[in-house]
C-alpha cells in the first residue's frame, strides 16, 4: 500500500498563474483533507471531503476550490496563485463514522509550494 | 479559536532521557490525538485518548488528559535521536467527527 500520494513534490509559481496538487489515497478511506502548513502556524484546515460528492470549507478556504473526483482522489487547485498561498500542503485520509468518533488521519508528503 | 497550544515550543534533551511535551486547548473535546512530523516530512498519527480517559499508553509514549484542565501532557521515556522530531497535538470538537485542530507543535531535539 503507498498510503497517500501527492503531486507534485515541488513547485514554483508566479503571481496569477493557477495549478492543481492532486492527492490520492488507497485505504479506501471515506474523508479526506487538505491543510497548508506555514513556519509557527502549526497546520490549517483548507477544504475537506467527508465522503464522496460532498465538501465543505475548513479554516482558510479563500483562494483554492477542491474536487472530489472519487472516492481515491482529492484535488485542491489554486485559480490565481498568490504569494501568501506560498507553503507546503499537505493532503490527509481517515475512515471516519459518525458514531464513533477516531478520526485518526494518515498524511501525504507534501507538496512544497512558491508563488513569487 | 479552539486549536490547542503546546508548550513547550522547543525541547533539547539527551539520548535516554524522558520529553514531557504540553498540550493545553479550550473547550469540550471528543478526543485528542499525538501527531509526529520528521523534517520535510508528513505527519504520522501516534496516539489517541478518548474524552472519558485519563492515561494511554503505547510503547515508550505514554499520555494523560485531563479534562478538567483541558490539558494533555506526551511523555516519550529513554529518548533515542530518532525521536527528534516535531510533535502536534489534535482535537477533535463539538459536532462534527471530521475536523483536526492543531496546534504549532513542540520541536524536541534529541542529542546522541
Known amino acids: 500500500n503507498a498510503g497517500v500520494t501527492q503531486t507534485p513534490k515541488f513547485q514554483v509559481l508566479k503571481t496569477g498563474q493557477s495549478m492543481t496538487l492532486q492527492c490520492a489515497q488507497d485505504?479506501?478511506?471515506?474523508?479526506m483533507y487538505w491543510y497548508r502548513q506555514d513556519p509557527g502556524m502549526g497546520l490549517r484546515l483548507i477544504y475537506y471531503?467527508?465522503?464522496?460528492?460532498?465538501?465543505d470549507k475548513g479554516e482558510v478556504p479563500n483562494g483554492y476550490n477542491v474536487s472530489r473526483l472519487n472516492k481515491r482522489e482529492f484535488s485542491l487547485r489554486l485559480e490565481s496563485a498568490a504569494p501568501s498561498q506560498t507553503s507546503v500542503y499537505f493532503c490527509?485520509?481517515?475512515?471516519?463514522?459518525?458514531?464513533?468518533?477516531?478520526?485518526?488521519?494518515?498524511f501525504g508528503p507534501g507538496t512544497r509550494l512558491t508563488v513569487l | 479559536s479552539q486549536q490547542g497550544e503546546e508548550d513547550p515550543q522547543a525541547l533539547s534533551i539527551q539520548e535516554g532521557e524522558n520529553a514531557t511535551m504540553n498540550c493545553s486547548y479550550k473547550t469540550s473535546i471528543n478526543n485528542l490525538q499525538w501527531y509526529r512530523q520528521n523534517s520535510g516530512r508528513g505527519l504520522v498519527h501516534l496516539i489517541l485518548?478518548?474524552?472519558?480517559?485519563r492515561e494511554k499508553h503505547s510503547g515508550r509514549l505514554r499520555v494523560t488528559l485531563d479534562t478538567s484542565k483541558k490539558s494533555s501532557s506526551l511523555l516519550i521515556t529513554a529518548s533515542r535521536a530518532a525521536d527528534t522530531a516535531s510533535y502536534f497535538c489534535a482535537t477533535v470538537w463539538g459536532g462534527s467527527n471530521y475536523k483536526l485542530t492543531f496546534g504549532k507543535g513542540t520541536l524536541l531535539t534529541v542529542n546522541p
Open positions: 471531503s467527508a465522503s464522496e460528492g460532498t465538501t
Open positions: 485518548i478518548r474524552s472519558n480517559e
Open positions: 490527509a485520509s481517515s475512515e471516519v463514522r459518525k458514531t464513533v468518533s477516531y478520526n485518526e488521519q494518515f
Open positions: 485505504m479506501n478511506h471515506n474523508s
